[in-house]
């Protein structure tokens, strides 16, 4: 994946660095995770530190505040932050020069493949997780070398103000110029998550998006055809598309389920539809050859319990995969995250490891689907 693929898909996250500074503020209903339990400081008590990898910004101000930090309180057990917009080229770079400095970090699904096969990681070890824990985050989340750290999606969000009599319901709605008039709006940076929108609007069932071979993209560019004269603006950062929403500036727009979350919960009168929504997870690994691999072990088991959890979205406005943080939600927001069943049942996730496999010239079929990309945009 070249450097512009790497830069895009950091975008495709949410802008990283400023993730959702002022959803943190909005949650209003307290749900800090209670991390002082008597059975995390019996279980999971130790010393010494553990270096963790994350995006800077308010996305690790959060991480340290509702999780780390409560961590160390439970634990003895010391966070030092490493931050960057790109952890994959620095651990293969650790790796190679035979020192690796980090414990852990979040990594992106498109490099598990090869990194995994390079050998950068750790078996998970999860002999440290509590009942709850390995209740809550499904089998498929908890992986050999990582565990599912946090989703997010990309959906369709429209303008309550423009649809009095009710809005989209679905991709072939956004379609529909004529049931529905106005401006739309659509991610500019990430082929995948248009295209897929473009399968469902023409019919393409859930379960038949991916693989996205050479046929259902050109047929999803086919259908982008017809909506590109509505689309009044190509957006860049995860904030514009709310809030053009909000300046009236297009009725609707495919969105980052955080960003449109976040202006829900500040008054915004916005709507989400999951339906064909798209789902990316980030993988949390712990780093072969770390200084602490124990600490890290132990701090993975943490994160991922339920309350902790519930404290993550809080901290980061991203929902990691365990089912019972619900409990600990405030309803308004267990009603809006992905993780909530009702939502997940809606989203199709991509596929991560066809994206990144070799087609027979040598290219990714993410590097192929982005180069066709560039071509009809420049149509």
């Known amino acids: 994946m070249s450097k512009k693929d790497h830069e895009d898909y950091a975008v495709s ?9 002022s959803t ?3 949650l209003s209903v307290p749900f800090v995770a209670k991390a002082t339990a008597a059975s995390a ?16 910004g308010s996305f690790t101000a959060g991480l340290r505040k509702y999780v780390f930090d409560p961590f160390t309180k439970a634990t003895g057990i010391t966070v030092v932050d490493v931050t960057a917009d790109d952890a994959d080229p620095q651990v293969k770079a650790m790796h190679q020069a035979g020192r690796v400095d980090w414990d852990t970090a979040f990594v992106k699904p498109s490099s598990m493949p090869s990194m995994r096969k390079a050998g950068l990681f750790e078996s998970i070890d999860y002999s440290w997780w509590d009942a709850d824990a390995l209740e809550g985050v ?10 599912l750290a946090y989703e997010s999606c990309m959906l369709l969000a429209y303008d309550e103000r423009a649809f009095k009599e009710g809005g989209p319901k679905n991709w072939a709605d956004f379609w529909d110029v004529k049931k529905f008039p106005g401006p739309r709006g659509l991610y500019a940076l990430v082929p995948t998550y248009n295209i ?3 399968l469902f609007a023409d019919g393409v069932a859930a379960s038949d998006i991916w693989p996205m071979t050479d046929d259902k993209v050109e047929r999803g560019l086919k259908k982008l055809d017809e909506i590109k004269p509505y689309v009044t603006k190509w957006w860049t950062s995860g904030g514009e598309s709310t809030q053009l929403l909000i300046n ?11 960003r449109a979350i976040s202006a829900i919960l500040q008054g915004a009168p916005i709507r989400m539809v999951w339906g064909g929504a798209s789902g990316v997870y980030s993988p949390w690994v ?3 050859g770390g200084p602490n691999t124990k600490n890290a072990q132990k701090l993975t088991a943490f994160l991922n319990r339920a ?12 929902p990691g995969p365990n089912l019972n943080q619900l409990r600990y939600l405030p309803e308004k927001l267990r009603k809006l995250v992905s993780v909530n069943p009702e939502n997940a049942a809606n989203v199709v996730v991509q596929d991560d490891n066809w994206l990144s496999s070799s087609r027979p010239d040598g290219k990714t079929n993410q590097e192929h689907i982005t180069e066709r990309w560039l071509a009809w945009r420049a149509q």
């Open 307 to 318: 309350e902790v959890a519930a404290g993550f979205m809080q901290g980061t406005g991203y």
């Open 24 to 26: 943190v503020g909005a």
């Open 248 to 258: 009236n500036e297009y009725v609707m727009t495919s969105a980052f389920d955080g």
């Open 41 to 56: 400081q019996e279980r999971l008590a130790g010393s010494g530190q553990v270096v963790v990898y994350s995006y800077g």
């Open 286 to 288: 712990v780093l072969k």
């Open 196 to 198: 897929s929108s473009a």
């Open 13 to 21: 996250a949410l802008s990283r660095r400023s993730l959702l500074q």
């Open 138 to 147: 499904p089998e498929k989340a908890r992986l050999t070398d990582s565990v």
